[in-house]
């Protein structure tokens, strides 16, 4: 499947902004994500295996809260930052 990654995350990536992986759920993803690009997923998932409150994620158009969420192959992930600021 097709991952695109926002621009703070892509020191991660060696700047692509579009990366493949597979995984048969949002944390097998993930987890194939950060074995490909170590310490990426530290930036999106926290220590007790939630998604961070900075973060989105959209799946075909449909935002994910869940790590177990099922997944295909054929599906385009998008990983949203939140913009912040003062």
């Known amino acids: ?5 926002p621009s703070a995350l892509r020191s991660y ?4 902004s579009e990366v493949s992986v597979e995984g048969s759920t949002l ?9 490909r690009f170590p310490g990426i997923r530290f930036r999106i ?11 989105r ?8 809260h869940d790590l177990s969420a099922p997944l295909n192959n ?5 990983i949203v930052c939140a913009l ?3």
Not at 1 to 5: C, D, G, L, P, S
Not at 45 to 55: A, F, K, L, M, Y
């Open 45 to 55: 998932v926290t220590e007790q295996d939630r998604i961070r409150p900075h973060i």
């Open 13 to 16: 990536t060696a700047q692509q």
């Open 1 to 5: 499947m097709t991952i695109h990654i």
């Open 74 to 78: 054929t599906d385009t992930v998008y």
């Open 27 to 35: 944390a097998e993803m993930l987890a194939a994500l950060d074995h």
């Open 84 to 86: 912040s600021g003062g």
């Open 57 to 64: 994620i959209f799946v075909n158009d449909m935002q994910l």
